[in-house]
């Protein structure tokens, strides 16, 4: 998909695009309602801009419909399935002990946080993502739902290049 066809689809198909993109149905709405979009960056920077100034709730709703680390996608479309499997690849592969330890973490996490461990997975190996779920394990709950509301920022902006995929390659 080119941004110029995200930006001549109605309003209702596009809001679905995107939020395959971002799990907040208030973000898909508000960067469907902003089109059109002058170009990639003017793209980026609304997106941005609108998942920074949600509330709380927003950002929940968005981590929920994520799978947690080393678990297949089980919502969304097929597309934003597929994304969440592509980009967890590194636990996919990861050893028994580590899947183990993983899934532990993930329950501690959830527990202590309220929400499932968020983290920009795509490069990362299921042995970087375990340390990185140790390390947050310890922050302050505040503190952490804004680490989670980055780490969810960026998920967005590689999904969007992936949903417009066609358009980045052609420039």
Sequence with gaps: MTLEELNALPLAQAEALLLDCCGSARWAFKMAARRPFAGLNDLHEAADSIW??????????????HPQ??????IGSVSSRRWAEGEQTGARVASESVKTKLAQGN???REKFGFIFIV???????E???ALLEERLQNESAHELHIAAEQQRLITRLRLEKLLAAERLSQ
């Design 52 to 65: 920074q100034n949600l509330e709380p709730a927003d950002w929940f709703e968005a981590f929920g419909r």
């Design 69 to 74: 680390i080393g678990e297949k996608a089980a």
């Design 107 to 109: 329950r501690a996490y």
């Design 120 to 126: 920009y997975a795509t490069g990362k190996s299921a």
């Design 128 to 130: 970087e993502m375990l």
